[in-house]
Every structure is written in C-alpha cells, then in structure tokens.
C-alpha cells in the first residue's frame, strides 16, 4: 500500500465494506502514536454507515481534549492488495474539516493487520 508524505504527515487510503457495500476513502493519516482508529463519519453515511441506536459510543483522548464516536463492526477492511481485516469495530466521528483528512489509522488497526511501515520505500505491507 502506498504512502504519501504531506504536510509531515503520512496520508494513505483504504477500503471498507459494509453490509456489502464497499468503499475507498482517500487522505487517512497513519497514526502510530493513536491507540484507536477512526474515519469521519460524513465520509461513510454513504454507504449506510450512520449512528443507530444501540451502538457503542467511545471517547478518545488527545491534544485536542475529548472526541466522540461511535461504533460499528465493518465487515472488511482492505490495505492496497496485500492485506484485509474482517469483522473490524472501528469508530466514527466528526474530524476537523479544516485539515483535509477523512480518518485515522491507529495502532489497533495496523496490529491487528500486523503491517509493517516502510518509510524508506514510503510503502506499507503486510508482515506474513
């Protein structure tokens, strides 16, 4: 999967699938220093993906103080062509238009899919 280095940070893309309807979304940062990913939820209402009751809600802590989500199990999530996570519980919420990027890819994403972060090649893959 390739990465992009913008602005000091790393930007890539993936694709879900959601009840059978799939997606690319385009500008998610690589986050190492983020323990939960999260995708903006305007992003996603697209392809079904909205708050319903009875879905989780989480808090994340950060430099910006608390964000709130929810959650939802997407069915598959795809890293370029070499690696895809299923039954994932990823969280949505409201990101910071202003800084043009449509979700995180933290830790609990990038173990689970146990990638490693070329930042030499500016690649991610796969570690098998």
């Known amino acids: 999967m390739k990465v992009e280095f913008r602005d000091g940070l790393l930007f890539?893309?993936?694709?879900?699938?959601?009840?059978?309807?799939?997606?690319?979304?385009?500008?998610?940062?690589?986050?190492?220093?983020?323990?939960?990913?999260?995708?903006?939820?305007?992003?996603?209402?697209?392809?079904?993906?909205?708050?319903?009751?009875?879905?989780?809600?989480?808090?994340?802590?950060?430099?910006?103080?608390?964000?709130?989500?929810?959650?939802?199990t997407i069915d598959r999530i795809s890293l370029g062509t070499t690696g895809k996570v299923e039954n994932f519980a990823m969280d949505f919420g409201i990101l910071d238009e202003r800084l043009g990027l449509n979700g995180l890819m933290g830790l609990d994403l990038l173990m689970t899919a146990q990638v490693t972060i070329d930042l030499k090649r500016l690649t991610i893959y796969v570690s098998k």
């Open 12 to 72: 890539t893309s993936l694709q879900i699938c959601y009840q059978g309807r799939t997606k690319v979304i385009e500008n998610i940062v690589v986050d190492t220093g983020a323990a939960q990913s999260i995708l903006s939820a305007d992003v996603v209402d697209d392809i079904g993906i909205f708050f319903t009751v009875g879905d989780e809600l989480t808090t994340m802590y950060g430099i910006g103080g608390e964000q709130y989500s929810f959650r939802k």
